[in-house]
């Protein structure tokens, strides 16, 4: 209530200053103005069908017409539009399906009964604004214009060719003033247009003045050229009767002019006459309402695409929700006063903008301008040459039709531009409403085809390639280096749905079945879905199919990228597939790999313990990672991924297990540092010794950060039992964490360099670590220059191996 009086206080006249500035809108008004008498001459008289009892309501078709944009006009002047000078008018794009709703009235309830056929026509027409005022209230009001921008804009287009094939068959109509159930695909159509000669020049010349005036606007584009165009015509054509000095009367019955009979001086509110409730009726009203969908549907798609067209035009920022409230209310007080919906037009508006009338005063002069209009009556329609109202039909049908087909030729897909021709097509031959239900099954159909033939995995690789962010004794990460050959990544990308699964268990088939299997056998097939936007049911269930097969070949899989609680988490918890035996789910690529190094780390210790009691194993994370101990014993000598895992241990492993050092040698940090380096060059226990005196042997409990990122470093540590954990934080707001286990080195490279503390490091589990700070570095360096040495390089070819493995797994994450 407030932001409307602030606006009527806008539209005060007594202000001098107002007064000038409606001086200045004149020009504006008598645009608006123009525009309105041509679009309601032209539109107006085609909103009820040309045939049948409604043959002579176009004069009522006009009144409703300016009656529906005053009422536009007042909402969106008075504050309902963010646009100052917002043109109102009717949605001209409707009249098709108006013809529908009359058409099917008509033959439900007979025409014996013409008074009830136009007050139930009448009550639908309502009917359509209400709805219509409801879905933009609604849309706006929820804050909700924006999904309307995620409907495929080709069918839209296909619907907008559709309307403009319908105004061009009506501009034939209308121009030969014939029935428009006189047009259609037959021969004696082909005869009526070609063949006979006066309803051949009808027809021919609007149609070349449309033609005419859209190769003068094509070369040249003042906003005036419209307007002055067509109050030339009907001057040029009463000069040329005057001047052959032609009967109107004879002109009128020979088609030249409109003959509006007995309807030709009636006033604007007649169309009220006929509405009486007493002969609405509601069965056949109630079975229009498929059609009535079909018509709110394609209006609810117009203002939430023009009014952001608008405002760049204009350079004005609007609230698209605001405007879409704006046209509820109008369309609402349309449909209560009886009358057709209304929107916000979108040329008219910037053409208004143009010559002045970017002002509320101007919106409102133009108002009064047109209920002026409206009051006058449809009288001066029967001095209007029919060729008038069809050249603006054919005019507004051919731009249409060159916006679907020809402007998008190049724009859309191939599959695109065969839907809007399809949904021209059907609306053509059929209707309107087939016509949008069949492009939204076209549109369906080529989404599945298109996206089935696109890829959804992204990329597969083996585990070697893709190794955890876990600091691990060089032996143990040779060990998983090559047993991790034995896990699959498959990392799937896009909506996982019945089109594109299929080529996604295919592929698992093929891994786990024939010649890749024999070659590769697998033992974790690792999912990652962090790039899949969504899984529908059919692709749930091909999961669960694919566990069974993964299950009858003793193959673990690992689901990653996504939560329980997240919508693929609940798409595949729907089917029962996560709590399934042998399914595992991780968060992110890195946890799944960290806990397949696990299970490998786990399974080949395990066996050590039967044969030899080798010492326990430390790892980080989850401590369930275990390959279930009958399959590796049971099977051993059977199952190649068994034999695998056992030779390569024997190779890497074994060497750290099974040696047994002089009893002067095992002491620690000596043996620490034998486990920690052994694989990059010889570490001699005697040439090591003299290290322990710089090494100081700290015992640190659990949860204790022992630097933060950007700390100044005060020496590396040597990881003799427990677990650390690093966080590094990113520029760019990515984040990795790394675990450090026994045997490795944590904070080398700023202790290396005297740089802060590129992460923050916590202990995870009690730790026992062997710190050596700078001062002690200095004084290895002096008094043990080549041991010194020695020891640098170690640490920095473990360095490099650690940071190689980290940057891969932050890489594998983009």
């Not at 020979?254 to 003959?259: H, I, M, S, T």
């Not at 549109?443 to 691990?472: E, K, L, P, W, Y």
């Not at 919508?567 to 992110?588: H, I, M, R, Y």
Request: charged share 15%.
């Amino acid at each position: 209530m407030r932001n409307v009086k602030e606006k009527v206080r806008e539209l005060d006249v007594k202000n001098p200053k107002h007064i000038k500035t409606a001086a200045k809108a004149l020009p504006a008004v008598l645009l608006g103005c123009l525009l309105n008498i041509l679009d309601g001459v032209s539109y107006g008289m085609i909103i009820f069908p040309s045939s049948g009892i409604f043959s002579d309501l176009g004069p009522m078709g006009v009144s409703m017409f300016f009656v529906s944009t005053v009422v536009a006009q007042l909402v969106y002047t008075f504050g309902g539009s963010g646009f100052a000078g917002a043109n109102g008018s009717m949605m001209i794009e409707v009249v098709p399906f108006f013809h529908i709703l009359a058409t099917s009235i008509a033959a439900q309830i007979g025409e014996d009964k013409p008074k009830e056929i136009t007050a139930t026509t009448l009550v639908a027409y309502a009917l359509s604004s209400i709805l219509t005022g409801l879905s933009f209230f609604l849309l706006g009001f929820l804050k909700l214009g924006v999904i309307v921008g995620f409907f495929p804009r080709h069918i839209l287009v296909g619907c907008i060719g559709g309307v403009g094939a319908f105004l061009i068959i009506t501009g034939f109509a209308v121009s030969m003033r014939v029935d428009d159930d006189d047009l259609g695909a037959n021969l004696d159509t082909f005869r009526m247009i070609f063949m006979d000669g006066h309803k051949l020049t009808m027809w021919m010349i609007p149609m070349v003045l449309a033609v005419l005036l859209r190769t003068i606007t094509h070369k040249w584009h003042h906003q005036l050229i419209f307007p002055i165009y067509f109050i030339a015509i009907p001057i040029l054509f009463y000069v040329i009767i005057t001047a052959a000095r032609l009967n109107l009367g004879e002109l009128r019955s020979e088609g030249w002019l409109f003959d509006m009979g007995s309807s030709g001086q009636e006033s604007w509110y007649k169309f009220y006459s006929y509405l009486d409730w007493r002969a609405v009726q509601f069965a056949p009203l109630w079975s229009t309402l498929p059609t009535q969908f079909a018509l709110l549907f394609f209006n609810i798609l117009h203002p939430p695409l023009n009014v952001p067209a608008l405002a760049v035009s204009l350079n004005d920022d609007v609230d698209t929700n605001k405007e879409l409230v704006a046209h509820g209310y109008s369309n609402l007080l349309a449909g209560l006063v009886g009358t057709v919906p209304n929107y916000l037009v979108y040329v008219n508006t910037l053409l208004f903008y143009r010559v002045g009338g970017g002002n509320r005063i101007a919106g409102f002069l133009l108002a009064v301008a047109t209920a002026i209009l409206l009051l006058i009556g449809t009288g001066p329609i029967a001095f209007i040459p029919v060729m008038v109202v069809g050249a603006l039909i054919f005019v507004l049908g051919i731009d249409l039709v060159k916006e679907a087909l020809w402007d998008t030729r190049h724009r859309v897909s191939r599959t695109e531009y065969i839907t809007i021709v399809s949904i021209m097509a059907c609306m053509t031959v059929w209707d309107f409403v087939i016509g949008v239900l069949f492009g939204i099954i076209v549109s369906c159909f080529f989404f599945v085809v298109q996206n089935s033939q696109r890829r959804s995995i992204r990329a597969i690789h083996t585990g070697d390639t893709a190794m955890s962010a876990v600091r691990r004794p060089s032996l143990q990460r040779a060990y998983i280096r090559e047993v991790s050959k034995q896990t699959t990544i498959l990392r799937l990308q896009g909506f996982l749905f019945f089109g594109t699964i299929t080529y996604v268990e295919e592929t698992i088939r093929s891994l786990v079945e024939g010649p890749s299997w024999q070659h590769n056998p697998v033992q974790f097939l690792v999912l990652d879905l962090s790039l899949v936007a969504g899984v529908d049911m059919s692709s749930a269930e091909a999961f669960v199919r694919i566990q069974r097969v993964l299950s009858g070949k003793c193959v673990t899989l690992v689901f990653c990228g996504f939560t329980a609680d997240s919508p693929v988490g609940k798409a595949l918890e729907s089917v029962d597939v996560l709590g399934t035996p042998g399914v595992e789910l991780f968060n992110n690529i890195n946890d799944a790999m960290e806990w397949t190094e696990n299970a490998y780390l786990r399974a080949w210790f395990r066996q050590q313990k039967v044969e030899t009691s080798a010492n326990a194993l430390t790892v980080p994370g989850r401590q369930d990672a275990d390959i279930e101990y009958s399959r590796l014993v049971g099977s051993f000598v059977r199952s190649p991924r068994r034999s695998h895992l056992y030779d390569v241990g024997n190779r890497t492993i074994a060497n750290e297990v099974h040696h047994h050092p002089e009893p002067e040698h095992t002491a620690e940090p000596l043996n620490t540092l034998i486990k920690a380096f052994s694989s990059y060059g010889d570490v001699d226990p005697y040439e090591f010794r003299p290290i322990e005196k710089y090494l100081q042997r700290m015992s640190v409990p659990a949860n204790v950060v022992l630097w933060k990122q950007g700390d100044p470093s005060d020496g590396l540590y040597i990881i003799e039992s427990g677990v650390l954990r690093a966080t590094y934080e990113f520029a760019n707001s990515a984040r990795i964490e790394e675990s450090m286990v026994p045997g490795t080195v944590a904070g080398e490279l700023s202790a290396l360099s005297d740089s802060p503390r590129n992460a923050t490091v916590v202990v995870e589990h009690a730790a026992v670590l062997w710190k050596l700070d700078a001062d002690h570095m200095r004084r290895l360096q002096f008094e043990e220059p080549e041991l010194s040495r020695l020891f640098m390089i170690l640490i920095l070819k473990a360095a490099k191996t650690d940071y190689d493995i980290l940057l891969s797994s932050l890489a594998s994450r983009q």
